[in-house]
């Protein structure tokens, strides 16, 4: 079992920044890969970056165009998406999953979600 907890969503005008966190703990949750995904209401979910158990894989989804970037701190097991230029469109819940290998559209865990807001 993984237990994903994400923190650092709230209210950014935009342009604005925001950096998100995502606490991974279980046993083997260092084994895990992990990703960001989002989800707006009546949108479908979006994967948004992703990042290999080591640290050193990334992938981004093309919306995010350089402004997101993910990281990791393999000591604490926490994942991390710092988001800059922030726009109207990028509001969404925010959902951290844990995927064995690599982060699939249907990850075998996730968080509950962190609410991102950017007004206009």
């Known amino acids: 079992q993984v237990q994903l907890v994400e923190s650092g969503g709230g209210l950014v005008q935009a342009g604005g920044s925001l950096r998100l966190s995502c606490v991974a703990s279980?046993?083997?949750?260092?084994?895990?890969?992990l990703g960001w995904f989002r989800q707006a209401p009546g949108k479908e979910r979006e994967l948004v970056a992703r990042i290999s158990s080591n640290g050193v894989f990334k992938y981004y989804a093309d919306f995010t165009k350089g402004r997101f970037t993910i990281s990791k701190d393999i000591a604490k097991n926490t994942i991390f998406l710092q988001m800059n230029g922030l726009q109207p469109d990028d509001t969404a819940n925010y959902l951290c999953a844990a995927d064995f290998g690599n982060v699939s559209d249907q990850p075998n865990y996730w968080g509950q979600g962190t609410q991102v807001t950017v007004s206009s």
């Open positions: 279980g046993r083997t949750a260092s084994n895990y890969a």
